[in-house]
């Protein structure tokens, strides 16, 4: 299953110990099984040093997350934009 993306995050606790969580985007090609075209899958995996989970989405599943995850990321992006012109006005003021 080819990997697509990887993003790395790493992050201290409280005692100052690094850690790794890594967010994997994996895909699988659509096939013929027996004769009939079978969906490719899409798979969403979290990793961190201790353990790793995986979830399995067919194509429309994964287009529903990317979409919604789209929106949000814009609005949230579109936010602190909004902050950073109050921030500037009231430096100018």
């Known amino acids: 299953m080819p990997i697509e993306e990887e993003i790395i ?7 100052g110990e690094l850690h790794r ?4 985007l994996e895909s699988e090609q ?3 099984v027996n004769g009939f075209p079978r969906d490719g899958v ?3 995996r979290l990793m961190n040093t201790v353990s ?5 989405l067919s194509p429309e599943e994964a287009l ?7 929106s949000v990321a814009k609005e ?7 902050l950073w012109n109050e921030q500037e006005e009231q430096a100018r003021v």
């Open 76 to 82: 949230i992006m579109n936010q602190k934009r909004v």
């Open 42 to 44: 899409v798979t969403l």
């Open 30 to 32: 659509p096939q013929r």
């Open 64 to 70: 529903k997350v990317s979409t919604q995850l789209l």
């Open 21 to 24: 969580n890594a967010l994997r």
């Open 9 to 15: 995050h790493w992050w201290r606790d409280e005692a």
């Open 52 to 56: 790793q989970q995986a979830i399995r």
